[in-house]
């Protein structure tokens, strides 16, 4: 089974300060991680995802997270938070199963941002 | 090239009443899912179609059923209504079923059940 955990509920920081958001994962096999955004009001917005190869990941919005398998993790990361980036964070790990792809989410993580 | 669209924004229905939640996309995907999202509890899979004619439960099924209309459009019955069923409701599409997919959502219903 597959599950993803995200420990902090609800972070602040102020604005340009760097940023962090945690999350852990289990999976048996290579994990299909991704982490998704949900501004208020809206639907959810890819914005990495971490398959192979290079375990920093840039995503868009200058996001980065890093997978480190010894850890079970796939932390989230910003060096300068900017006030639009307030939202909703949430990871999850994905995988193929009888066709569809079966996608686990954390409960997210939600970030506001102070001046 | 509008993605993926839900109507309707918001809903209030009475315990017992039915309605139809539809969705639709515009990118050609094979692969549709229904979720809901409750307070602490992250996105749970209602249903999916990994493919036109087919659909399948996912983890809480019970109340629900779906149909898949054509490749573009995937909706969500609610037959009749309980207060449990009050949530966030999102139509999602993919390219295909495997696990590296990018899965992309619509704006959500936000659907309150007296």
């Known amino acids: 089974a597959q599950s993803v955990t995200q420990p902090d509920i609800h972070i602040t920081v102020s604005e340009g300060a760097s940023l962090e958001l945690r999350c852990n994962y289990s999976?048996?096999?290579?994990?299909?991680l991704f982490w998704y955004v949900q501004s208020p009001g809206q639907g959810l917005q890819l914005l990495l995802k971490?398959?192979?190869?290079?375990?920093l990941v840039q995503g868009i919005k200058g996001f980065e997270a890093e997978f480190k398998r010894s850890q079970s993790s796939f932390n989230l990361r910003k060096p300068s938070v900017h006030w639009s980036d307030a939202a909703e964070y949430f990871c999850?790990?994905?995988?193929?199963?009888?066709?569809?792809?079966?996608?686990?989410f954390g409960i997210g993580t939600k970030l506001q941002v102070i001046p | 090239n509008a993605g993926v669209t839900q109507t309707p924004k918001f809903q209030v229905l009475k315990t017992g009443q039915s309605m139809t939640l539809q969705c639709a996309q515009d990118?050609?995907?094979?692969?549709m899912y229904w979720y809901r999202q409750d307070p602490g509890m992250g996105l749970r899979l209602i249903y999916y179609?990994?493919?036109?004619?087919?659909?399948d439960k996912g983890e809480v099924p019970n109340g629900y059923n779906v149909s898949r209309l054509n490749k573009r459009e995937f909706s969500l019955r609610l037959e009749s209504a309980a207060p449990s069923q009050t949530s966030v409701y999102f139509c999602?599409?993919?390219?295909?079923?495997?696990?590296?997919?990018?899965?992309?959502f619509g704006p959500g219903t936000r659907l309150t059940v007296l």
């Open positions: 179609s990994a493919s036109e004619g087919t659909t």
């Open positions: 971490y398959f192979s190869g290079d375990t």
């Open positions: 999850a790990v994905g995988r193929n199963s009888g066709g569809y792809q079966k996608v686990t």
């Open positions: 990118m050609n995907h094979n692969s």
């Open positions: 999976y048996g096999a290579t994990p299909y």
């Open positions: 999602a599409s993919s390219e295909g079923g495997s696990g590296t997919d990018t899965q992309y």
